[in-house]
């Protein structure tokens, strides 16, 4: 069982900066792939950004230029900084890891962008 915690959510301007962060339970180089997704209500989990092994990224490329994820290996944290936010980026953000084949996630956090 992997044990994620998601924190860095909130209420943010349009045009603002968010840093998400994803503390993971077992070291992120041995997780291999994690990831940032998120949801709106009644929508699909949406994928965001990937690290894998604390350190190669990978970007929907709807996502990229504005989002950019990052790990810690030291910390087993990653990290998405958002930059320039929409109003259509509000949903809960969640992180995910794989270990043996089973997805964990986190509880997610809330994003809202709102003037």
């Known amino acids: 069982q992997v044990q994620l915690v998601e924190s860095g959510g909130g209420l943010v301007q349009p045009g603002g900066s968010l840093k998400l962060s994803c503390t993971a339970s077992e070291s992120i180089r041995v997780l291999g792939t994690m990831g940032w997704y998120r949801q709106v209500p009644g929508g699909q989990r949406e994928w965001v950004a990937s690290i894998s092994s604390g350190v190669r990224t990978q970007y929907p490329t709807t996502m990229k230029g504005r989002f950019t994820i990052s790990g810690d290996p030291l910390t087993n944290t990653i990290y998405l900084d958002m930059n320039d936010l929409r109003p259509e980026d509000t949903a809960v953000y969640y992180c995910?890891?794989?270990?043996?084949?089973?997805?964990?996630w986190g509880q997610g956090t809330q994003v809202t962008v709102s003037s």
């Open positions: 995910k890891a794989r270990k043996l084949g089973a997805d964990f």
